[in-house]
């Protein structure tokens, strides 16, 4: 199997051809204002109603996305564009409708999800960065254990449900199940930020789960393509990414301070202003590229590099400099992430979604009764634990993941693929909203956090 | 003529076709990466010798570009790209060549370029919010001389020598004339801020000027471009380009203190955190967007939202969260300009190069005289005047501009486009240089400014 196939999303490129510089500027501002401003409008009525300002994000892509507006598309590419914004283009600036569609899409596919890829980069360098790792470590066992049940329960259930109730096939329903076992920490690590959560136990507990348990759902996904593809597991690849996490994990345990103390003697040698956060950056895109190229996640990289920097007598100070820049680009990921995701498939007048909505009625229980019992499973009583097992609930970004290379695969029915994208919109829409429900001391610190 | 043709530089888009989202991914961490990396080294390395970081960033374009590494490449996309960053993503990606080349030249093209233009809109409207506008009023009649003159002596001194000593035909000639008209605000501002200069009423003086001569290099652009293609003027155009223009100024100067109160009035009741920011940012884009519809450029735009809300209870805080942020994208545009720049036309080696390096240093004269003499002509000799030439002296992204329209309207020979790209060059590497010294007490203010 390769596994340089992970993020598989169909990404339509645009025409080759010569558009004038005027034009990819104009709809390059158009963009920017339009994300802005909606993404702005829906996260201020967010507050005001005490939600969630990742619900709001979220809410303005599936407005702006393939939904309902059609502004910010990234499937099907040219053919989906809103005609409005291709109509104000080519008005504006006297290009073709032709110039305007591959100038907007080209903008949009590229800037959209570049801004996106490095918001979520940015993200978990922060809330690494904010982390305080003598905390997590007490924290381990509990973390293990809530991402190994929260792993196992939905997969099973998820698998054996598709199989017996909707007589998936077997590898779809494998698939399927696969879909449900990783936790989003993105949109976690966020709502708990925004709580004023990251620090508490509960809070350390659910970073730790769900980044072990992204672990354990790459390798799922790593064992099911490899099983669609080849009909076996390719033994040599999966012990290599076995071993590439191994030895990232310890290079980091065992190098941790080093690094920290080489940075703390570079940034002191300095003489241009933005040094530190150059080289802070330059640290996290580089640890991301390396977990990207040992075929980890990006954003486990990103997340490292603030856990390492974390330790550095700079740590204040890169903070305070990244907030804004994280406040700027990281809302464009969960926007993004809105945008991709197609409602229509909700619409229950069409007689084909019907089974679709009951399987993904399914998948949506078993996603969130499996973590929330993997969050009671912890033998603390004194924890928040049904607060944990909400935490772990949104699958966002993981779960689009695997949504996609399923599509790439051609594994899965377009009901499956439907009822899996219902299940991840609709768990990463429920955490925010009842996340504060169960975290209700949360709510005061949240206020100009 | 159409007026939407300005800016118009080849702008090569990619390849249709369907490319892994982690292919695309890892170009665009190895592109980030190498931009930091290579930006960084440069700016602590001119930092130390006490060079300007702008210099430091054009030079890392410059080796970055297609001159040195070609791994920053714009023009002619694909064929040109460094092999070995090409090998890199196939190696680790697994990626067809055919592939790495389109993911590269599409994360670069939209990426590079998208964040450079922001970049600039970023530097502007930080560089406008930041004015003192009682302070700039007292200058205003400086600040026109140093920019009347300044368009009119190299513009007709560039024109009649070309044609006198290089016996270049008329209308190529006073292309090139006009290509040497408008200094660029985006260098000579952050110049002058970094040596503690953008208050004084040398810096507002530039600045000032520099405003007012993109004004009328656009006009003298128009009017060329129009006689290249037609023949003669196309009246119409020009009108509403110049009413455009004056509404446009007229608006602003009437409506800033409404508009600045509206702000104020709006954000206090604002209860998201980045509320005003987000406003901010879309004031700056929304009057980027309004002054690129009636044909002036963007950035213009961007700088007059940043004068409007100098006058807010705000500016303090926006001024504070908006340092980091420019301070990642702003560079980006000069690094692009770098990169853009081909040095290869200086090789004294190639005898065809030979004419034109003395074409070139015949504008190169032509445009420092122009601007310094320009600067000489205020009448208060109580003012720096030679700094006041030297800071007019950049044509930096303008001239690149104008070069870029030569191309696309094929008036200009290869032997004159190099020519005016090495003035371009030259000036804006000059400036940098020759500005600390020529004010050199704004060197003590500069550190940690």
């Not at 702005?40 to 407005?63: A, D, K, N, W």
């Not at 348990?213 to 990414?241: E, F, H, T």
């Not at 100070?317 to 990921?333: G, K, R, S, Y």
Request: net charge negative.
């Amino acid at each position: 199997m390769n596994l340089t196939t992970f993020g598989l999303t169909p990404f339509v490129l645009a025409d080759v051809g010569e558009i004038s510089e005027s034009v990819i500027f104009f709809t390059l501002l158009l963009s920017a204002i339009v994300i802005f401003s909606i993404s702005y409008f829906c996260e201020e009525v967010c507050t005001r109603l005490r939600l969630s300002p990742v619900l709001g994000q979220l809410i303005s892509g599936i407005i702006l996305g393939v939904s309902a507006l059609k502004i910010l598309v990234f499937t099907d590419g040219d053919m989906a564009i809103n005609p409005m914004v291709i109509d104000l283009i080519c008005q504006t600036t006297g290009a073709s409708t032709q110039e305007a569609v591959i100038a907007y899409s080209h903008q949009l596919t590229a800037i959209s999800e570049g801004v996106a890829n490095l918001g979520v980069i940015a993200l978990l360098f922060v809330i690494g960065l904010e982390s305080d790792l003598d905390h997590s470590v007490k924290v381990g066992p509990q973390a293990a254990i809530v991402a190994g049940a929260g792993v196992v329960l939905p997969f099973i259930g998820g698998t054996v449900g598709l199989m017996t109730l909707f007589s998936v096939a077997t590898l779809p329903a494998i698939f399927g199940g696969a879909a449900l076992t990783a936790t989003s920490i993105g949109i976690t690590a966020k709502i708990l930020k925004e709580l004023g959560h990251l620090q508490s136990e509960e809070g350390q507990i659910i970073i730790g789960a769900a980044v072990l348990d992204d672990l354990l759902g790459i390798l799922i996904l790593a064992v099911v393509v490899s099983l669609v593809k080849d009909g076996s597991i390719d033994v040599a690849n999966l012990v290599y990414l076995l071993l590439g996490t191994t030895v990232f994990v310890a290079a980091i345990a065992l190098l941790r301070t080093q690094i920290a103390k080489a940075f703390d003697a570079i940034t002191q040698k300095f003489q241009s202003d933005n040094g530190p956060l150059l080289l802070a950056i330059l640290l996290a895109l580089a640890m991301a590229a390396i977990a990207n190229i040992i075929h980890l996640e990006a954003i486990l990289g990103a997340f490292a590099a603030g856990i390492i920097l974390s330790g550095t007598r700079q740590q204040a100070t890169l903070l305070h400099e990244l907030e804004p820049v994280t406040a700027l680009i990281a809302p464009v990921f969960f926007i993004v992430v809105g945008a991709k995701t197609d409602l229509s498939v909700l619409n229950p007048a069409n007689p084909g979604s019907i089974e679709g909505l009951w399987m993904a009625a399914f998948l949506i229980v078993v996603a969130v009764i499996g973590k929330v019992t993997a969050g009671y499973l912890i033998p603390s009583a004194k924890l928040n634990r049904l607060a944990i097992g909400i935490g772990m609930v949104p699958r966002g970004e993981v779960g689009l993941v695997f949504v996609g290379i399923g599509a790439s695969v051609d594994i899965l029915s377009n009901m499956l693929t439907a009822a899996v994208i219902l299940t991840v919109v609709v768990t990463t829409l429920i955490a925010p909203v009842l996340l504060p429900l169960a975290l209700p001391n949360g709510i005061a610190t949240e206020q100009k956090a």
